[in-house]
Structure formats: C-alpha cells, structure tokens
C-alpha cells in the first residue's frame, strides 16, 4: 500500500519524513530507554523537547519577544470559550466578524460570558466574501475584536489585517497559520488548532501579546487562566506530550523546507493550479468565493449536481486522491492544501479534474 496524496482538512496529512521519524523513535527516543509518550513531561529530555519546539515556533513565525506561546489541549474550540473569560469582563461588549461557520462557533462559545456583537457578516450571501472593513460596526468599547483567518469549510481568506484601530485583534489561524509570512504585532491573540499545517490534532497554539495576560477577565478556575499557564510554561496539569513532540517535529521540517516564505509561494502555486482548473472548466467546475479573498488553504468546490459530486469523490479515492468530499455543511468537494500537501499532490488533483471533465462533462 502506498501512501495517497490526503486532502483532508484536518486532521491532515503529514510529511513522510516527520511520521518516518516518529515511528523510529517510537519504541526508543533518545537513549533514555523508553518511548517518549512513557517518560515523564517534568522530565529534562521532555522539557528540552518542550522548549525546542517553542523556540522553533517563535522562529517560524517570528514571534516577538512580548508574546507568549503556550501549546494546551483542549483544540481551538477550547481557546474560543477562553478567549472571552480571560480578555473581557463579564457581559462586557465584544466585537465578531463572521466570514464563516468557524466564526460562528466562536461566537456561541462566547455567548454565555460576553455581549457579543456581530460587526460584520457575510452570512446572508452565503459566506462567499469578506465584508470591507471600513463598512464594520465596530463597538468604542468592545474588549476585542475576533475575526477568522481563514473559514476551513467555506473557503474564505482574509488577505490583509483589518485596521480595528487600537482594540486588540483576535484571529483563529487554525486551518492557515505558518503557510505565509503574518505581521504578529499587528494581532492581540492568534490560535490554532494544530491538526492541519502544524501536526497533530490534540495540541493548539495560543499566541498572546502579554500586556493582555493583566486583563482581570472574569472569575475562572486556574485551568481556564491563560496566565496561570504562562506562568507555568503549559504544564500547568500533564501537557499533551506525544503530540507537542510531533509538533516539534513538524516545526523543524517546515524550518528546514525553506520556513513560511517558502510555504507560502508553494501555497500560492498549489491553490493556483487548483482554481486554474476550476476556472478554466468552463462552468462544469463552480467555486463561487470573491476571487480577492479565495482561501489558498481549502477549497470548496462543486460539479453541475449531487451524482457528480458523489462519482467525483469515489472514482478520486481509487486514483489515488484522499478525502475530497466536501463539509456536510456546505456539500460538493473541498480540496485542502496544507503545508504537508507535495505541489506533485495538487498537479494530479488538477490533472484528475481535467480527466474527469473530459469523461463526465
Ligand atoms: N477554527 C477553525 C478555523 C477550524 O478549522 C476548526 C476545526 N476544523 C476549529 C476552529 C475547531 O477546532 P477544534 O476541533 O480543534 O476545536
């Protein structure tokens, strides 16, 4: 059996060489006789670990100095029900930009604690653009402002930082973090979940600007408390290791590829060659995203009815191309691309749809 080319959007596909590694140490890492996932997380050999991967995500990204990282489990959906009981008082006003479904579970996880208020939505257009930031309603006293990096599921791509003036900027960089240069300072939190371009699911990168981590919040148990973590540099109760390892892993495989330079031009090339056979399809292919803000990570797509859609999605997996049906939410086909996804991966996926059409159109 030979391994597909995996277009799933997360948990995802992972380079060969960070899973071949893994399986090597798996009985046995590092001469300490064990495996990692038996050894103790307060252990040196793990806190090295530990350690390492924090200062290769800081390298990656380029993360300044007055940030803190901290790796928690708990996934994306976790830091959106955290997010407002740390940076805002309780029923305090709170601004969200819905561009997609993501940005709505962020919203009902804070509902509870906040008053939250939608600013802006694409919503009612089917969440196919992302609407001008100068025609936002943003609150004077909103304790934040969160908006969704890129919508996994929709397809929808912020391109450039809004301006919300001096309110700290909250982004959810689950599903594109580390595929392209970003500006760290310009944003108050970033998090993601790390199960599409930085490993494993079961660890999440929280990303915090610390003067925030003074924010008095609302009342919370210390394992809710982002500063309690920071303090204890994420081992506040037993940290996912296996997962942060991997990770680490993953970290040292996209430095070495070239970092988030590099991973953006193979972005920019893969998505491309993707909307290219879109576009040039005439019509039997239908992305309907504004093309300015067209995600380069997922892409949501959709042949003229539902028996294509299916055939399209069984006769892929045969040749070889994983996980191409599209969210339940949405139907159709989604191809997403992340960083472990070889340019090779997207040149068959396009060669594929033109064979497909050709058959079928
Ligand atoms: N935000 C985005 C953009 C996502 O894509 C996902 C998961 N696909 C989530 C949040 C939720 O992440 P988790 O399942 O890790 O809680």
């Given amino acids: ?19 071949r590694q893994a399986q090597a140490e798996m009985l046995e890492w590092n001469g300490v006789g064990a495996s990692i996932v038996e050894i103790s997380h307060r252990s040196a050999d793990f806190m090295a ?21 901290l790796f928690l489990g708990g996934g994306a959906t976790t830091q959106q029900a955290l997010l407002p009981l740390n940076f805002a008082a309780p029923g305090q006003r709170v601004d969200y930009v819905l561009t997609g479904h993501w940005g709505k579970t962020a919203v009902k996880q804070a509902r509870p604690y906040v008053d939250v208020h939608i600013a802006a939505s694409s919503e009612a257009g089917g969440f196919r653009d992302i609407p001008a930031p100068a025609q936002w309603q943003l609150s004077n006293d909103a304790a934040y402002v969160h908006i969704t990096a890129n919508e996994t599921i929709h397809g929808v791509e912020f391109r450039d930082v809004p301006d919300v003036g ?7 960089f689950s599903s594109s973090i580390a595929s392209e240069p970003i500006d760290v300072s310009r944003y108050g939190v970033i998090y993601a979940g790390a199960q599409k371009n930085l490993g494993p699911v079961g660890i999440t990168v929280v990303i915090i600007r610390r003067d925030l981590l003074e924010r008095a919040g609302q009342p919370r148990a210390d394992i809710f408390d982002y500063r309690s973590h920071v303090a204890r540099d994420s081992m506040l109760n037993t940290p996912p290791t296996w997962n942060w390892y991997l990770a680490g892993l993953m970290f040292k495989w996209m430095l070495a590829q070239g970092g988030v330079e590099a991973f953006a031009r193979l972005s920019q090339a893969k998505s491309a060659l993707v909307y290219e ?8 292919y239908r992305n309907d995203v504004a093309a300015a803000v067209r995600s380069r990570m997922n892409i949501p797509f959709f042949l003229p009815d539902d028996e294509l859609n299916a055939r399209f999605v069984s006769e892929s997996k045969r040749a070889g191309l994983l996980a191409l049906k599209g969210h339940n939410a949405v139907g159709g086909i989604r191809a997403s691309l992340y960083n472990a996804m070889p340019l090779e991966g997207a040149q068959a996926l396009a060669a594929f749809m033109r064979d497909f059409q050709r058959r079928n159109g």
């Fill in 1 to 19: 059996m030979t391994r597909a080319f995996n277009f799933s959007a997360g948990p995802a596909t992972l380079p060969e060489t960070v899973l």
């Fill in 49 to 69: 670990v530990a350690a390492q991967a924090d200062a290769d995500l800081r390298t990656l990204i380029g993360i300044p100095d007055d940030y803190a990282v």
């Fill in 166 to 172: 001096g309110v700290p900027l909250i982004a959810d």
């Fill in 277 to 284: 056979a879109i576009d040039n399809s005439g019509g039997f």
